[in-house]
């Protein structure tokens, strides 16, 4: 029997169902990381994939973890590929240092994601350089100042380069108020905006399907770890974890559209 049967054999024998899986390599190196509602039919489609070949060439083995539904596969694969570095993974990377914009008295910050706290913030950027970046295409498509934005120093007494080529409305002359700039500056701003974590503490995400129920706990978007029950929960809870890109990612819309069962694990409600 081929090494490539082998491994349709060893799939064939994995659930149908949701959860994560792993490609294992020579020495059980983790080669692929990857989350399915149906594991096996997954793991098929990727032996049955040309672009595939090779992965399926370096692997001799999967492996498994089960989670009661799509959105705990979603965490846990976000988590071990992060952990493990796979070498086939290349979408999910480990926690960069980003960046945000937020705003101080109408004026734009640039401040890392971890130092934004309950402040509102518009959008993650791998770099300061990459959030300037983006207020220098804001200014340029709603005609914003790039002084009053802190990009560029204002000459005193003077309207700034840009108001002359007509690419600004004038905030820098007194043409505009600085009200209505910052207005502006808001409204384009808004589009990219990053939603506080809308709890005090930890919470648990209840998931469940016909043979598992679990609870994902979670705090500043990072997810902690999933467990069976309140008690265990409670355990995983840490005081001030990183925010997570991934999971805010994963939670931002079923969190804020309340579409999923919420357990509150601050220390109020800890014997509840």
């Given at each position: 029997m081929t090494a490539s049967l082998d491994l349709h054999d060893l799939a064939r024998a994995l659930p149908n169902a949701p959860g994560v899986y792993t490609f294992h390599g020579e020495g059980d190196a983790p080669l692929y990381i990857g989350k399915s509602v149906r594991i096996r039919a997954r793991v098929l489609d990727h032996l049955r994939s040309p672009d595939e070949a090779r992965l399926t060439a370096l692997t001799r083995r999967f492996s498994f973890e089960r989670t009661a539904g799509d959105i705990g596969a979603q965490l846990l694969e976000a988590q071990q590929v992060k952990l493990q570095q796979p070498l086939f993974n290349k979408r999910l990377r480990r926690n960069r240092r980003l960046c945000t914009i937020t705003l101080s008295d109408g004026c734009p910050e640039i401040v890392n994601v971890h130092d934004a706290g309950d402040s509102a913030s518009y959008g993650l950027y791998p770099s300061r350089y990459a959030a300037i970046e983006r207020l220098r295409e804001l200014a340029d498509d709603h005609l914003l100042c790039y002084g009053a934005l802190g990009i560029e120093r204002l000459p005193a007494g003077k309207a700034c380069f840009r108001h002359a080529l007509r690419?600004?409305?004038?905030?820098?002359?007194?043409?505009?108020?600085?009200?209505?700039?910052?207005?502006?500056?808001?409204?384009?701003?808004?589009?990219?905006?990053?939603?506080?974590?809308?709890?005090?503490?930890?919470?648990?995400?209840?998931?469940?399907?016909?043979?598992?129920?679990?609870?994902?706990?979670?705090?500043?978007?990072?997810?902690?770890?999933?467990?069976?029950?309140?008690?265990a929960a409670l355990r995983l809870v840490k005081p001030t974890p990183a925010f997570d890109l991934d999971g805010y990612k994963i939670l931002v819309r079923p969190l804020l559209s309340r579409s999923v069962e919420v357990i509150n694990l601050s220390p109020e409600h800890a014997l509840g």
């Amino acid at each position: 029997m081929t090494a490539s049967l082998d491994l349709h054999d060893l799939a064939r024998a994995l659930p149908n169902a949701p959860g994560v899986y792993t490609f294992h390599g020579e020495g059980d190196a983790p080669l692929y990381i990857g989350k399915s509602v149906r594991i096996r039919a997954r793991v098929l489609d990727h032996l049955r994939s040309p672009d595939e070949a090779r992965l399926t060439a370096l692997t001799r083995r999967f492996s498994f973890e089960r989670t009661a539904g799509d959105i705990g596969a979603q965490l846990l694969e976000a988590q071990q590929v992060k952990l493990q570095q796979p070498l086939f993974n290349k979408r999910l990377r480990r926690n960069r240092r980003l960046c945000t914009i937020t705003l101080s008295d109408g004026c734009p910050e640039i401040v890392n994601v971890h130092d934004a706290g309950d402040s509102a913030s518009y959008g993650l950027y791998p770099s300061r350089y990459a959030a300037i970046e983006r207020l220098r295409e804001l200014a340029d498509d709603h005609l914003l100042c790039y002084g009053a934005l802190g990009i560029e120093r204002l000459p005193a007494g003077k309207a700034c380069f840009r108001h002359a080529l007509r690419r600004c409305s004038g905030v820098c002359c007194g043409l505009e108020s600085e009200d209505d700039h910052r207005h502006r500056l808001l409204a384009a701003l808004v589009e990219r905006h990053v939603e506080a974590w809308p709890y005090r503490g930890a919470i648990g995400i209840v998931e469940r399907s016909e043979d598992m129920r679990q609870i994902h706990v979670v705090r500043n978007w990072s997810y902690l770890g999933s467990v069976e029950n309140k008690r265990a929960a409670l355990r995983l809870v840490k005081p001030t974890p990183a925010f997570d890109l991934d999971g805010y990612k994963i939670l931002v819309r079923p969190l804020l559209s309340r579409s999923v069962e919420v357990i509150n694990l601050s220390p109020e409600h800890a014997l509840g």
